[in-house]
């Protein structure tokens, strides 16, 4: 098939487009390069452009005559969501909404669509099915849940046919520690208490051990962005007319901030000195996902199970990248 894979130099999408081209489609990168490095994708396939730029969508989309889409071009902040909740809404709904229409005018119906647990708010029920109620406390969960919507109502109304994947904690690197996660500035749990072991910090923050979970940190279901690529191609291959996915990406076990922190300890033998904080601000106590259902319909298995396997992947990216993409 021919991909586009929007925001493919990104962290998931550069993963996602190195297994697509391994399993034959010919994969086009569109990427504007505000967060996407050059260096995560083949040259000779990124094209530098804006998810705003109608126009240019259209033209890229009949020029390789693209069959479907990939959609990753996100801002992912969370806090930075609340205090410019503009930046979230035009780029992440307007942007969206733009590249739908581009596809409806180049007669492109196909979209796998990064969506993710923050469109969950807070469930009180754990894990979480995609029937739990979406009712986001952020206006980066909102921004993800509007779009979901309109692929929902594309998919009625102008037969588009869409794969919702929303994903728990995006974690590890390629095997091959040659493409991983760097952003800036870093905000992820990993990464940062890997930037400990690396001496580029001198302790990692808990924020906050008085939760109500075992050891008081907070739970999350770290999966890898390797097993993300593979459950994005599998539902890439499902796509066609009446089908409309939405579902959990996660591997169903929740590991504590402690607990990782613990890994990260084994995985590179260093001490890393951890600080208890404050909570910070909207973080839910616990987030895991129920994936049986992805895992039934794409015929998914998350191959990353534990945490310390995940951990080691991305140690493997960050030890020899201790600067990232500059490195
Ligand atoms: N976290 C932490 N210290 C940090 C960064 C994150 O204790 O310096 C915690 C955070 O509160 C959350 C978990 O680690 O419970 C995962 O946070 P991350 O930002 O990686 O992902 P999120 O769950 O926000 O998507």
């Known amino acids: 098939m021919n991909v586009l894979v929007v925001g493919g130099a990104g962290y998931i999408g550069s993963h996602a487009v190195r297994l697509l081209t391994r399993a034959g489609h010919n994969t086009w990168v569109y990427d504007n390069l505000v967060f996407g490095h050059p260096q995560a994708v083949p040259q000779a396939r990124l094209i530098e452009g804006d998810l705003l730029d109608r126009r240019r969508l259209v033209s890229v989309m009949r020029e390789h005559e693209i069959e479907a889409v990939m959609h990753f071009a996100a801002f992912a902040f969370v806090g930075e969501s609340v205090v410019d909740p503009a930046k979230y809404y035009q780029n992440n709904v307007v942007g969206s909404l733009n590249l739908l229409e581009a596809m409806r005018e180049a007669g492109v119906l196909k979209i796998v669509f990064s969506s993710t647990t923050a469109t969950y708010g807070e469930p009180k029920v754990m894990p979480i099915t995609e029937d739990v109620p979406q009712r986001p406390i952020n206006p980066y969960g909102f921004s993800k849940l509007v779009v979901e919507q309109a692929l929902a109502d594309y998919a009625l109304a102008y037969e588009f046919s869409y794969a919702a994947l929303r994903y728990f904690n995006a974690a590890g690197a390629s095997p091959q520690g040659d493409i991983g996660e760097d952003h800036d500035p870093e905000t992820h ?139």
């Open 189 to 327: 749990l990993i990464p940062l208490v890997l930037q400990v072991a690396l001496g580029q910090r001198s302790h990692i923050t808990i924020y906050g051990d008085d939760y109500p979970t075992p050891d008081g940190t907070c739970i999350r279901d770290y999966v890898h962005v390797d097993d993300l690529a593979t459950a994005h191609l599998a539902a890439l291959e499902q796509l066609g007319p009446g089908v409309a996915l939405k579902l959990n990406l996660g591997t169903g076990r929740g590991a504590s901030v402690r607990e990782v922190i613990e890994a990260c300890r084994r995985v590179t033998g260093h001490k890393i000195p951890a600080e208890v904080g404050l909570r910070r601000p909207g973080d839910p106590p616990e987030l895991v996902a129920d994936s049986t259902l992805a895992q039934s319909t794409l015929s998914w298995q998350p191959q990353y199970t534990d945490i310390e396997s995940i951990v080691s992947t991305a140690w493997g990216w960050h030890s020899k990248h201790p600067r990232g993409y500059r490195s």
